[in-house]
Every structure is written in C-alpha cells, then in structure tokens.
C-alpha cells in the first residue's frame, strides 16, 4: 500500500491497492516531486504540481475524476496530467520506464 502521507484520498489509496501498475506510476511521480523537495527546488512549484494531481484522483471506476469534468470523455487513471508530469519530471524516461531514444537518432547512417 501507499503512503497515506501522499494526501491522496482514502479511495484512492484503496484503488491503487488493486493497482499495482497505476501505484507503481503514482509512487515514482510523488518520489521525483519529493526528491525535488528535498533539494530546495522551488518549494511553491512542487506544492503547485501536488496540487494538480491531486486533483486527478481516479473515481471508484479508475477514471480521472477531474479530467471526466472537461471533456466528454472519460479518461482511464493515470491521466495525460500524470503522464506529462511524470515525463517532465523524469526526463529521457517513458511512462513505460524504456529510455526514450533522442530525435533523429533513430536510424543508423549508411555507409
């Protein structure tokens, strides 16, 4: 189970549970926001981004709660709030955790 301390809510918690995938995601982003914290990165910027996702719990359903709230769709958890911040947060890795290979470097030179 998650840390309470997250300040994500009890269902939530309860969900990610039943999750593992969506926790393991969940754990690496809140991990990146408190090593950042840790360092003395722009303390306003981190609560900011807590914030937002925590406003992006999923619903006993496991869809995003507020991104439900903006489009006509439903989107599965974790949503394109938590995958972008997770992929800036964490740079060259890919939500799947594969290095992402730089523009243009994906083909070799012929001889």
Known sequence: ???PT???STRTLDWLTDHPRARRF?????DALTDL???GQQPAAIATL????IDHQPTSAGRCHTCRRWTSRHPPFPCIVWHQIRSEL???FTS???HR????QGTRPGP
């Open 1 to 3: 189970m998650l840390d």
């Open 6 to 8: 997250l300040h994500l």
């Open 26 to 30: 969940v754990r690496s982003v809140w």
């Open 37 to 39: 914290e840790r360092t």
């Open 50 to 53: 807590r914030r937002i996702l």
């Open 90 to 92: 964490l740079g060259q």
């Open 96 to 98: 799947s955790g594969r």
């Open 101 to 104: 290979q730089p523009a243009g």
